[in-house]
């Protein structure tokens, strides 16, 4: 076939020339490989596929629909859909439940810690610390030393209507402002502020002059022994952790002016699982333990007025 003297060959490279010949200057003919030109070829009708079936051309508001009728955005939803009825599952499971079902059916328990966890974040770390740590004034909720009680249903009433808070049910107790009402004398506040100062130690207090004065004025909301009552939210004054702090000035400052803070209720701002959700993760906070002994008889009526 081959015909040599229609070729003309390269002398330097041996590739024959296309016959094209600018001043002396050659132009080979290397044609391209056959593989490439294939896969040129294939990749244009590949993308002429991918037009005509998948959203391709940009239109305003979006693109075109594609035979397929496939969008990513679509795929999103409905992978969205599918996490929503779950949700929904756990949610309408977690309505019936009592909180002891709760805590024994793994699911549900995983499904409000994790409720809890992201409510407390968003409503609560502002005043108690993104760890419930607490500070100054806001009780740490990871210990088991409660104000108004750490059952379940005990922290389900304080979230649901606070402490001295803007609600008809919110729990109420007022420390009298010993110093600033002159319920007692500058002395006497002295000698009280030791005697609780002592109380966390181990001397015998009994024989301290501001013992009297305790048992009159102070042992109907702390208790007699001073270890606190939670149908009175009055702290345990005993075991050395200070919700205003341990000094005598922080001491003397609470006697003479008293506190009353407050915590907002949430009834009117969350709903009802959420709220116990939260129950929940709190009370796994403070070390999940049940305390009935110190429980007031009913957590049904929190409304405990120290005015009567
Ligand atoms: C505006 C600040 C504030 C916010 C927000 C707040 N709290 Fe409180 N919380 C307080 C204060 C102050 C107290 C203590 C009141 C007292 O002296 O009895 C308290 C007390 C509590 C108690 C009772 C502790 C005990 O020892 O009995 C619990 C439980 C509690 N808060 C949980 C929550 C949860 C859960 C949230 C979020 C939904 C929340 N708090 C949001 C300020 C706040
Ligand atoms: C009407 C009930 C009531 C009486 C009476 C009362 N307290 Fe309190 N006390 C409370 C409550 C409730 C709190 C904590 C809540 C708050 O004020 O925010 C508290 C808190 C305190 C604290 C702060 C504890 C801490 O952890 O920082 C001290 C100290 C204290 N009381 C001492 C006394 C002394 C001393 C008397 C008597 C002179 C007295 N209380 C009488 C209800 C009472």
């Known amino acids: 076939m081959s015909d040599d003297k229609k070729k003309d060959i390269d002398e330097i490279s041996g590739v024959e ?26 990749s244009i009708i590949w993308s002429i596929w991918y037009f005509v079936v998948y959203p391709a051309w940009p239109v305003p508001g979006g693109a075109t629909e594609g035979t397929s009728g496939y969008t990513q955005f679509k795929e999103l939803q409905e992978s969205q859909q599918e996490i929503v009825q779950r949700q929904q599952q756990y949610l309408s499971d977690f309505e019936k439940a009592e909180f ?14 994790a409720g809890g966890r992201a409510a407390f974040k968003d409503n609560c770390a502002v005043c108690h610390g993104t760890g419930a740590e607490g500070g100054i004034g806001y009780p740490n909720l990871n210990d088991d030393d409660w104000l108004w009680g750490g059952t379940m249903d005990a922290i389900h009433t304080t979230l649901e209507y606070g402490i001295r808070a803007d609600n008809l049910d919110t729990r109420l107790s007022q420390m009298p402002a010993f110093g600033k009402e002159g319920l007692l004398n500058k002395e006497q506040i002295d000698e009280v502020v030791e005697y609780v100062m002592a109380l966390s130690s181990d001397e015998d207090v009994t024989q301290m002059p501001g013992h009297q004065i305790f048992q009159q004025n102070c042992a109907s909301c702390h208790g007699p022994d001073a270890k606190g009552m939670h149908e009175f939210g009055a702290p345990n004054l005993t075991d050395g952790i200070w919700l205003y702090g341990g000094e005598r000035a922080d001491i003397y400052e609470t006697v003479y002016n008293a ?41 049904l009526s929190p409304v405990k007025s120290m005015e009567e």
């Open 17 to 42: 020339t296309t016959g094209h010949e600018w001043d002396g200057l050659k132009e080979l003919n290397n044609p391209l490989p056959r593989w490439w030109i294939w896969v040129w070829v294939i």
């Open 100 to 113: 002891h079902q709760i805590m024994d059916d793994p699911g549900l328990y995983a499904f409000a810690m």
């Open 259 to 299: 506190r009353n803070s407050l915590m907002p209720a949430w009834n009117e701002r969350l709903d009802d699982n959420t709220i116990r959700q939260l129950t929940v993760y709190v009370h796994q906070l403070g070390g999940g333990v049940e305390e009935a002994a110190k429980e007031p008889t009913s957590i």
